[in-house]
């Protein structure tokens, strides 16, 4: 079974940066897609992908986000990544990795505040 580790959130002032790792175990990791996924406080909707990368490394990114965070991998390490900047926030959330499609096993995620 998969296990995700999310990890690197924390409270941060608007405008700053923050970096999010996943780490992944066992041995698929690098024959899927990855994504960061985020539910906001307090929302009863689904989590939102804001962020994809294939297994070559190509990258997509939900229009919310686009031009401030960057996702990468590292198919030798089993991790993914969010680079996140200029944080406003809207970013306010619980951040997840998991594949794309989502499996139903999900991490215990990432808090990131971003509040002055």
């Known amino acids: 079974q998969v296990q995700l580790v999310e990890s690197g959130g924390g409270l941060v002032q608007p405008g700053g940066s923050l970096r999010l790792s996943c780490a992944a175990s066992?041995?698929?990791?690098?024959?899927?897609?990855m994504g960061w996924y985020r539910q906001a406080p307090g929302k009863q909707r689904e989590r939102e992908l804001v962020?994809?990368?294939?297994?070559?490394?190509?990258?997509t990114y939900a229009d919310s986000v686009k031009g401030r965070f960057t996702i990468s991998r590292d198919n030798a390490k089993n991790t993914v990544y969010l680079q996140m900047n200029s944080l406003n926030p809207e970013d306010t959330a619980v951040y997840y990795c998991n594949f794309v499609p989502a499996l139903q096993t999900w991490g215990q995620g990432t808090q990131v505040t971003v509040s002055s």
């Open positions: 962020a994809g990368i294939t297994t070559d490394g190509r990258p």
């Open positions: 066992g041995s698929i990791f690098r024959f899927y897609t």
